[in-house]
Nanobody, 120 residues
Framework: QVQLVESGGGVAQPGGSLTLSCAAS????????MSWHRQAPGKGRELVAT????????DYLDSVKGRFSISRDNVRDKVYLQMNNLKPEDSALYYC?????????????WGQGTQVTVSS
C-alpha cells in the first residue's frame, strides 16, 4: 500500500522556521522525484519545491527561493522541506508528491497534507 505521510506543520510566527517531513512507503522511493506543493484557502495548488531522485537537482517557486530548502534521505525514504523566514503568505496546506516518468507513462502519489499557519 502506497503511503506518503506529511508531518511537521503547525503555527509559526513571521520570521520563524518550520521543517516539514514526508515519510514514503509502499513504492521504490529511489526511483521517484519528490516535490512539495501547497494550497491556500480559495487558491489553486502550487508547486513549491522539487528534488530529483538522486538529489542532484532541485528547483523552487520564486517566492520561496533563499528561504526554503528541499532535501531527501534515500535510506529512510523521507523528503524534507526546511522553511525559514516564514511569511503570512506561506500559510497553506502543504502536500508532498512522488512522481516517476517512465517513457510515456507517469505515476503520481500524493500525501494528505500538513497545515502551516504563519501568524503573529
Amino acid at each position: 500500500q502506497v503511503q506518503l505521510v506529511e508531518s511537521g506543520g503547525g503555527v509559526a510566527q513571521p520570521g520563524g522556521s518550520l521543517t516539514l517531513s514526508c515519510a514514503a512507503s509502499g513504492f521504490t522511493f529511489t526511483l521517484y522525484a519528490m516535490s512539495w506543493h501547497r494550497q491556500a484557502p480559495g487558491k489553486g495548488r502550487e508547486l513549491v519545491a522539487t528534488i530529483s531522485s538522486d538529489s542532484s537537482n532541485t528547483d523552487y517557486l520564486d517566492s520561496v527561493k533563499g528561504r526554503f530548502s528541499i532535501s531527501r534521505d534515500n535510506v529512510r525514504d523521507k523528503v524534507y522541506l526546511q522553511m525559514n523566514n516564514l511569511k503570512p503568505e506561506d500559510s497553506a496546506l502543504y502536500y508532498c508528491k512522488a512522481v516517476r516518468v517512465s517513457g510515456s507513462h507517469q505515476t503520481d502519489y500524493w500525501g494528505q497534507g500538513t497545515q502551516v499557519t504563519v501568524s503573529s
